[in-house]
């Protein structure tokens, strides 16, 4: 007894036993699904989220939800991982999951309570996940063609409040995911949802090429260029910011000019560079001074500032344009190209368009809406649905909804239950 270690726990730790655990654990779980069981199928409800800084959030989406919730309990955490999970591999699907979860959890505590051991439950569900996926794999349908397609995504959408114009989002879904379709899969990372709000949700419309939520630097600046060749650049085109230790010795206005000469001859061997690569269009992720600003407006250069990395992702992708670290690497063979680059306003709201790209394997889908609201909520719609239908075109497969699948696979899993020897049956 000597030798036993003494543990020191804090005050107010208070200790269970595996069974007490075990119905903690389960109940957690259980108060979980609860929460977000409500909001699932095409008359599920909406729950109002209210965060620490008073942001209101209104929506049934499963993901949101529990995104929002502040959940430390560890089995709670664990089912919130598996939504989050699910999201990331199927797009969809977070609140059926959390259900399902929480309804085999609740009757596994009754197998329990009747004296099964919890490893025998475990098996049995083993046993019967194994059995069903099999199952779903026979029953499961071809999903090759457009109007199938549509149909997963207008499910997907379903009762997130989308449904009077679901149909026209559909077929936006589709169309953007096939277009970037390529060796039977569809990275919707290369889809832009860009709301903008006013007008209807129907008027919302597939773009046809990439679309930048930002302006010109400058209003004098060209704001319609065809035959663009277009760079882009994580480079800041400004001056370096000088040490805040560092000491300059200017005695004379001439020496203050020749300084202030320096800083701008710098500036101007960079925006010289840019063009004699060629490019009438640059992007830059960083910085762009304003002395920069001018050079390049008197070069005839439509140029960005602050692109976020996204954008520029996409960008790439559809114009084979080769994102430049350094300016001296900068060349003719790093641009990559457009038919059209120009600026447009859709209610207010400038936006950059690039079309006709050499590789349009990025797309936009311009969404409209009345508030900011309604976009938001419509576009948590449209990334579910653009998930599932990339999943669908990647599987091929798809399973008959409204719980047709549900009842077949529940026949054939009693019918298989009844030749399971043991307890696990």
Known sequence: MANQ???????GTERYSKRDALRMNITAAKVLAGIVRTTLGPKGMDKMLTSSLGDVTVTNDGATIMR???????AARMLVEIA????????????????????????AEELIDDGIATSVVVKGFRNATAKSVELLKEIAIDADDEET????????????????????????????????????????????????SGDSVEDSF?????????????KNMPKDI???????????????????????????????????????????????????????????????????????????????KRVKK????????????????????????KLGSAGHVYLDKIFDHELTLIEECENPKASSIVLRGSTRYVTEQIARAL???????????????????????????????????????????
Do not use: W
């Open 383 to 425: 990334d579910d649905a653009l998930g599932v239908v990339a999943a669908t075109i990647e599987e091929g497969k798809v399973l008959i909804g409204g719980g047709a699948c549900e009842i077949d696979l529940v026949k054939q899993l009693r019918e298989y239950g009844e030749s399971v020897s043991g307890r696990e049956q």
């Open 5 to 11: 270690p003494i543990f020191i726990l804090p005050e």
């Open 226 to 304: 065809k035959d663009a060749k277009i760079a882009i650049m994580k480079y800041p085109i400004e001056l370096k910011d000088i040490n805040t230790d560092a000491k300059i010795d200017i005695t004379s206005p001439d020496q203050f000019e020749l300084f202030l000469k320096q800083e701008e001859d710098m500036i101007k061997e960079m925006v010289n560079k840019i063009v004699d690569s060629g490019a009438n269009v640059l992007f830059c992720q960083k910085g762009i001074d304003d002395m920069a600003e001018h050079y390049l407006k008197k070069a005839g250069i439509m140029a960005f």
């Open 310 to 333: 996204s954008d520029m992702d996409r960008i790439a992708k559809a114009t084979g344009a080769k994102l430049v670290s350094d300016i001296e690497d900068l060349s003719e063979e």
């Open 68 to 74: 929002e919730m502040e959940i430390n309990q560890p």
């Open 84 to 107: 989050k999970k699910q999201e990331e591999i199927v797009g969809d699907g977070t609140t059926s999951v959390v259900v399902i979860a929480g309804e085999l959890l609740a009757k």
């Open 206 to 218: 597939l773009a046809e090429g990439i679309i930048i939520d930002k302006a010109p630097l400058s």
């Open 149 to 196: 397609l549509k149909k997963v995504a207008v499910t997907a959408m379903s009762g997130k409040g989308s449904d009077y114009a679901k149909e026209h989002l559909a077929e936006l879904v589709v169309k953007a995911a096939l277009r970037i379709e390529e060796d039977g899969k569809s990275d919707i990372d290369n889809i832009n949802i860009q709301r903008v």
